[in-house]
């Protein structure tokens, strides 16, 4: 694999979209495996033959193959936007509220709260999550409009919305959500109110984007806190930094080690299907397909990033 400070003439050298249509042919040939995600009512109707990839890379290059345009539930992938945003707030305080290795264990269990004091694993598991959402209550007055405005902004898309009808069928079947906040409560790690707490992170579960919309929306995470969709510093290099050592480390799962070695990219999935990665110092991409893989990772996702690290050679490693 190529050094990443190489990649000013990796980009050069390789035929990107003639890599993603590759991919895409690929990827289309295996549709039907993995499962959608039916635990929320709403997104088990996705139908599962479908898949997108976006890259946009820090050059201007944009390339969009499949589905790319097609709007999908983020899901989970919203942990990365809400992690910037609490850190933005709170600063290195946020780490003795919620840890950063990996969990090891299902996204939304409980087990591991009880024998480390309420203190989740990780900001991109369910219950680290829902600990960010409280710290984002905590210091902004219209918390769900800072996270649409940040969304908006990083993307590029001043139509991003919550879909109303994910957010209903999440809300009424998030039973092991209600669990994880007042468990965490009982420990006296969540603030506020947990409904608040709870509306909140299903707000930014139910966010409806496309592929495109969050390959540019963590385009500053490959150029160290600056996004070049808006021409602003998002975030300081420091924690840009850090951000994409727990997407590695912690973004796809239980899954995050065998991630790694395939792919070997800081990412985030969730369980709309969605999955964006960073090439520090070079791109983002995203890659959208609704099937999921038994550790809630999008089956062909995955594959896809496999085959662009492969074909490309572009990884951290
Ligand atoms: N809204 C989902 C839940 O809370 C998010 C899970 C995910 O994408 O990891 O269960």
Redesign the pocket.
């Known amino acids: 694999m190529a050094p990443i400070s190489d990649t000013a003439n990796v980009l050069a050298r390789h035929d990107l979209p003639g890599i993603l249509a590759a991919i895409n042919a690929e990827v289309r040939e295996r549709f039907g495996e993995g499962r959608v995600?039916d635990?929320?009512p709403m997104l088990g109707s996705v139908p599962v033959d479908r898949f997108g990839m976006a890259l946009v890379a820090l050059d201007g290059q944009v390339h969009c193959v499949g589905d790319a345009r097609e709007p999908f539930s983020v899901?989970?992938?919203s942990?990365v936007h809400s992690l910037t945003l609490a850190l933005e707030v709170a600063g290195a305080e946020l780490w003795d509220r919620v840890g950063r290795e990996p969990s090891g264990v299902p996204?939304?269990s409980l087990v591991q709260l009880e024998f480390e004091g309420g203190v989740p694993r990780n900001p991109l598991?369910?219950s680290g999550?829902l600990v960010v959402a409280d710290v984002i209550l905590s210091h902004y007055q219209r918390p769900r409009e800072a996270l649409l405005e940040f969304m908006r902004a990083r993307s590029g898309n001043a139509s991003v919305g919550v879909d109303r009808e994910v957010f209903a069928s999440?809300k009424q079947t998030?039973y092991?959500?209600t669990a994880l906040v007042n468990f965490i409560r009982s420990f006296g790690n969540i603030h506020n109110d947990i409904d608040a707490v709870l509306d909140f992170?299903?707000a930014q579960?139910?966010l409806e984007m496309d592929c495109l919309d969050l390959a540019r929306s963590v385009l500053f995470l490959a150029d160290e806190g600056h996004c070049p969709v808006s021409g602003v510093g998002v975030t300081r290099p420091d924690r840009a930094k850090r951000i994409n050592a727990v997407m590695l480390t912690c973004g796809t799962?239980d899954a995050a080690g065998d991630f790694a070695f395939h792919v070997g990219l800081p990412a985030k999935?969730?369980?709309?299907g969605g999955i964006v990665a960073v090439v520090p110092k070079v791109m983002s991409l995203c890659v959208w397909s609704p099937g999921l893989d038994t550790k809630?990772n999008s089956l062909l996702g995955g594959y896809a990033l496999h085959r662009f690290t492969e074909m490309t050679g572009l990884s951290i490693f």
């Not at 999935?269 to 709309?272: A, I, Q, R």
């Open positions: 995600a635990y929320i899901q989970s992938v942990k996204f939304n598991i369910n999550a999440e998030g092991r959500n992170y299903y579960c139910s799962y999935s969730g369980v709309g809630g």
